[in-house]
């Protein structure tokens, strides 16, 4: 598809539970951001991945949190041992440039813990 | 650190309506400010951005201009239809935040017919 598609579309997990979540970008796109939106407010940065490198990783909120993006290409979002408060929507982004941010979102994974 | 406040919502108004969404931020430097639309069941979409004070952005009857004296750039619309109704992000990238973008808490516009 000509968008960034992002998989599952929903998540339902059980405290405790390791998950994954995939994002594909714009085919060709250098930069990929994931962000994390709660209930009723903005998205908050995540991380960032200039092709295969992540170049900041400092909104992830704990060592819990885990992104890779091996072949610059597809990116996985992995939160381990999932708690209440992870419960959100994670978007992705992709952009053409390197640092441009005209970045074209995902519909994003709504992730519910129970 | 940078921020972005925009109003809160929900803004209901009727069709033909003129709309105005405030928003103001706090950034070093000069930041490039953009606000960006979700409809319902859809992604984010970039509606419009600014890179320099005194810049206008437009897209499909939408406006903003970038004001560094008032730290604003306010969203407007003269006469608004049932298909604007959809949530509303303002959102900065400046030099401490050079490629992430920081986001206000959004709003949500109902159109009624």
């Known amino acids: 598809g000509a968008g960034v598609s992002q998989s599952p579309r929903y998540k339902v997990a059980k405290r405790g539970q390791d998950v994954a979540l995939r994002c594909d970008p714009i085919?060709?796109?250098?930069?990929l951001f994931w962000y994390q939106q709660a209930l009723g407010q903005g998205p908050e940065f995540l991380t960032y991945?200039?092709?295969?490198?992540?170049?900041?990783k400092s909104g992830l909120p704990s060592d819990r949190f885990f992104a890779e993006r091996p072949e610059g290409s597809v990116s996985t979002l992995k939160i381990q041992r999932t708690q209440q408060e992870d419960s959100a929507v994670y978007l992705c982004?992709?952009?053409?440039?390197?640092?441009?941010?005209?970045?074209?979102f995902g519909q994003g994974t709504r992730l519910t813990v129970v | 650190g940078d921020s972005v406040t925009q109003m809160e919502g929900p803004v209901t108004l009727s069709e033909e309506a003129f709309l105005t969404i405030n928003c103001t931020y706090t950034?070093?430097?000069?930041?490039?400010l953009f606000w960006y639309v979700q409809y319902p069941g859809e992604g984010l979409q970039l509606l419009l951005k600014?890179?320099?004070a005194d810049d206008k952005g437009s897209n499909k009857g939408f406006e903003a201009t970038y004001r560094k004296e008032t730290t604003s750039f306010h969203l407007e619309k003269g006469s608004v239809q049932v298909s604007d109704s959809a949530v509303y992000f303002c959102?900065?990238?400046?030099?401490?935040?050079?490629?992430?973008?920081?986001w206000g808490a959004g709003t949500k516009l109902i159109i009624k017919p």
């Open positions: 982004a992709s952009s053409y440039r390197d640092r441009d941010t005209e970045a074209f």
């Open positions: 085919s060709g796109h250098v930069s």
């Open positions: 991945f200039q092709n295969e490198a992540q170049l900041d």
């Open positions: 950034a070093t430097g000069y930041p490039s």
């Open positions: 600014a890179t320099k």
């Open positions: 959102a900065l990238s400046g030099a401490d935040s050079n490629y992430q973008l920081i």
